[in-house]
């Protein structure tokens, strides 16, 4: 799961257009367009805004095709979601070269999300200026936690007011009937599928509204739909990825050994007293608060390749005058897309109403993983406050018999889908077996021949690995 929210001030210049009459009896197509990114063919295809109610008119889909390299040879299509909910999936990777030649490999925007159709919440840029201050960040006093819901409830308020009627019908159950659309105007008698974080959820609901329509599915970076959808508290601290933190830490650390010299509980003693500031590699001053580390930190720890840059940050953060932290990539987040996400996260999940809970559940988390637990368990918070509901959202059964699933996850620590997390669904699916990469960070596709190997044989002839196989990475964090 990535809940993550960035911020940017930026423009809403959309409003929901007007839904177009939906044509049910007409065979779902794909709609090609004349241009699209180099290597891709784009297109569109419209489906209901409401599965239930298919008189409600249609909403777009924005699609885009990489072509298998042999054609000749060609076995197929699969198709790809990067997680979220809220990321752009429309130009998916090539996922492995032998997966490239031998399938066309369709990656597509989620309701809600780029290209396709989506909400706006804002009216005005100068309402953005309290989304600067309601997400991303979590707080460490009590006056700090009631503006913080003030600030989240004139984001909420926003959304109600001006998302219109697409927002009520964002949830995975009917992405996933998107999905089966998608396959269907594909001409694939059933699914092949890899989806990451997120992309498990949906590939999970997939599997079990449409049990019988599985081919391949690979599911990395497990999210539990059992606690994704259900049970008490916010469904951030149920999924408890805060938990796999220190695990992941330490592996990292462990690999940093001596070119380390830092003490990471000092630099977080010191920072809980007020911001550091550090110069980064281009010479430009930023001032780092107790939260903004952690969701540095965090982010770093979701790909061991980062370990470098982070072992970096925090060498700056202990010594700001001899050091230099690196400096932040990144342009401006689709403010729309991932306020999308956040009706798609809020259709889906159980969450209290209330929202001065979430200071308790902050504070437990906070003894299980240190600053992860507020940083992950304030991420829901929208969920208290937005009354946003889906009549197609599915939470559950999910262990509905199917064709073999395979899931990966990575053994060290994910946190954002901890690895018991997949070990308990490869217990709760129908039919599953968990494939693990011996390393810590989000995702194991790419970052293991032998994961990799696995993900060509099972799309090419089905076949499964052994329980309990584990993968050695091809690198180690520091390489």
């Known amino acids: 799961m990535n809940l993550r929210v960035a911020l940017a001030l930026g423009t809403a210049t959309l ?18 367009e004349a241009s699209c990114t180099a290597g891709y063919e784009c297109g569109h295809l419209d489906v209901p805004l409401s599965y239930q109610d298919p008189a409600l008119g249609t909403v777009r889909l924005a699609v885009a095709r990489l072509p298998a390299t042999d054609q000749a040879g060609k076995l197929g299509t699969i198709f790809y979601n990067p997680g979220g909910p809220g990321s752009s999936g429309r130009f998916a990777p090539a996922l492995t070269p032998a997966l490239h030649a031998r399938y066309d490999i369709v990656g597509f925007d989620p309701r809600g999300v780029g290209a396709s159709s989506k909400i706006h919440c804002f ?11 309601a997400l991303g960040t979590f707080p460490l006093t009590r006056e700090a936690e009631r503006q913080q819901i003030a600030d989240t409830r004139t984001v909420t308020d926003l959304c109600e007011r001006n998302a219109g009627p697409l927002a009520g019908h964002l949830s995975t159950g009917t992405i996933a009937r998107d999905l089966d659309r ?7 008698p059933k699914l092949r599928y890899y989806g990451k974080s997120y992309g498990t959820y949906l590939g999970e609901t997939y599997a079990n509204l449409f049990p019988g329509r599985v081919g391949s599915l690979a599911l990395d970076a497990v999210d539990d739909p059992v606690r994704w959808s259900t049970g008490p508290g916010p469904m951030s601290y149920r999924l ?3 938990a796999d933190a220190p695990r992941a830490l330490q592996s990292f650390m462990d690999a940093c050994g001596t070119r380390c010299t830092f003490d990471y509980s000092a630099i977080l003693d010191r920072l809980e007293q007020g911001p550091i500031t550090v110069t980064d590699t281009t010479g430009r001053q930023v001032v ?4 903004g580390a952690f969701a540095r930190i965090h982010g770093s720890l979701t790909d061991a390749q980062a370990a470098p840059s982070l072992a970096a940050f925090l060498q700056a953060l202990a010594d700001p005058v001899a050091s230099r932290a690196p400096a932040v990539q990144g342009g401006p987040p689709d403010v729309d897309s991932l306020l999308g996400g956040g009706a798609t996260l809020c259709s889906d999940a159980a969450n209290p109403r209330d929202p001065a809970v979430w200071w308790d559940y902050a504070r437990r988390a906070d003894r299980t993983g240190r600053g992860f637990g507020p940083y992950d368990v304030y991420k829901t918070l929208p969920c208290a406050t937005w009354e946003v509901t889906d009549p197609g959202r599915y939470a559950g059964p999910w262990n509905r018999p199917t064709a073999p699933i395979l899931l990966l996850a990575n053994r060290q620590g994910d946190l954002e889908t901890p690895y018991a997390g997949a070990q308990r669904t490869e217990r709760l699916l ?5 494939l693990s990469l011996d390393a810590y960070g989000h995702g194991a596709r790419g970052k293991s021949a032998c994961v990799d190997a696995w993900l060509d044989r099972y799309f090419t002839t089905g076949a499964v690995p052994a329980p309990g196989t584990l993968c050695a990475p091809d690198r180690g964090p520091f390489g």
Do not use: H, K
């Not at 409003?15 to 090609?32: F, M």
């Not at 009216?123 to 201050?133: F, G, K």
């Not at 129908?430 to 968990?434: D, I, S, T, V, W």
């Open 430 to 434: 129908g039919n599953a077996r968990l």
């Open 182 to 188: 998608l396959r269907a105007a594909f001409g694939e």
């Open 240 to 242: 408890a990825g805060f």
């Open 15 to 32: 409003a929901v257009g007007a839904l177009a009459p939906a044509a049910a009896a007409s065979p779902a197509r794909i709609v090609w």
């Open 288 to 291: 780092v608060s107790y939260q």
């Open 123 to 133: 009216t005005d840029p100068s309402q953005l200026e309290v989304l600067q201050r």
